[in-house]
């Protein structure tokens, strides 16, 4: 006759029944989850619906229509008057221009450089700017050359632990 051993309460359809609550278990999460997709789903196609969104903003919508319709029609407003009086403008722009060149002869143009000056000045650009480039490549040949790359193989892995232990107590 054998002696059945401690059961911690546990009857003959414990595993059964553990595995039913976790199926219940499961099957609610798997409710929960499927409803908050759903949810979530539902959110994404109102954001996405055109109608919703002209209903939610649709006087911002129409002021922003009416604000651009408003400010094309005053632009083109001042376009046209511009074109219309363009000539007008201009001989009165060149009769002031003439006012102020009698009333101010000092004030007028200086004559135009040399020939010779025009050159020199170029050529003393195209030197100077020469002079900074071959300065600029020599530097940077410099800076770029493998001999001042810090190599890689030189630098240690792990900082050491004991710096300031003789190397033969380390081992």
């Known amino acids: ?3 059945p051993g401690p059961t911690h309460g546990a009857g003959p359809d414990a ?3 553990s595995r039913r609550a976790l199926e219940a278990k499961a099957d609610l999460v798997r409710a929960h989850l ?3 997709v759903d949810r979530l789903r539902e959110k994404a ?3 996405l619906d055109l109608a919703e969104m002209l209903r939610r903003h649709g006087g911002a ?3 922003a229509v009416g604000a651009t319709v408003v400010l094309g029609g005053v632009s083109g407003a001042v376009i046209a008057h511009r074109a219309a009086t363009r000539k007008e403008r ?3 722009l060149r009769l002031d221009a003439w006012m102020r060149l009698i009333r101010h002869p000092e004030l007028a143009a200086p004559p135009p450089k040399s020939f010779g000056v025009k050159l ?3 050529a003393a650009t195209a030197g100077v700017v020469s002079i900074i480039a071959v300065v600029a ?3 940077a040949s410099h800076l770029l050359s493998p001999d001042r790359r810090v190599k890689v193989s030189s630098l240690p892995l792990q900082p050491d632990p004991f710096p300031s232990a003789p190397a033969s107590a380390r081992r």
């Open 90 to 92: 201009a001989r009165h």
């Open 45 to 47: 196609r109102r954001e």
């Open 120 to 122: 020199l000045e170029r």
């Open 137 to 139: 490549r020599r530097y």
């Open 1 to 3: 006759m054998t002696v």
């Open 61 to 63: 919508v129409l002021l």
């Open 15 to 17: 595993p059964a029944d």
């Open 34 to 36: 499927l409803d908050d």
